[in-house]
């Protein structure tokens, strides 16, 4: 089995920055996809930010060049560095490990911007 937790999130004004960590435990393969989703009120889930074990990433258009998703493998833990944020980016992030078919997701970690 594996646990994801997340921490970071909170109440931050437009402009300003957050760090998110996810901390993967149990039975976690090398090979595997991290990511960050995020999901806000009546929306649905959305990908964010993935990162492979070899360190290839991708981000949604909405917030390349603003946020940066980084991994530490030895410790299995996920990062998302979110910067310049915005009122639109506040929402419910979740961290995911994708190995191959099996899917875990964290509890979620609420942001909040305010403007």
């Given at each position: 089995q594996v646990q994801?937790?997340?921490?970071g999130g909170g109440l931050v004004q437009a402009g300003g920055s957050l760090s998110l960590s996810c901390a993967a435990s149990g039975r976690?393969?090398?090979?595997?996809t991290m990511a960050w989703y995020r999901q806000a009120p009546g929306k649905q889930?959305?990908?964010?930010?993935?990162?492979?074990?070899?360190?290839?990433?991708?981000y949604a258009?909405?917030?390349?060049?603003r946020f940066t998703i980084s991994r530490e493998n030895v410790e299995n833990t996920l990062y998302l560095q979110m910067n310049?944020?915005?009122?639109?980016?506040?929402?419910?992030y979740y961290c995911n490990v994708k190995m191959g078919f099996y899917d875990y997701w964290g509890?979620?970690?609420?942001?909040?911007?305010s403007s």
């Open positions: 994801l937790v997340e921490s976690i393969l090398w090979f595997n889930r959305e990908l964010v930010a993935v990162i492979t074990t070899s360190g290839s990433t991708n258009d909405s917030v390349k060049g310049s944020l915005k009122p639109e980016d506040t929402a419910v509890q979620g970690t609420q942001v909040t911007v």
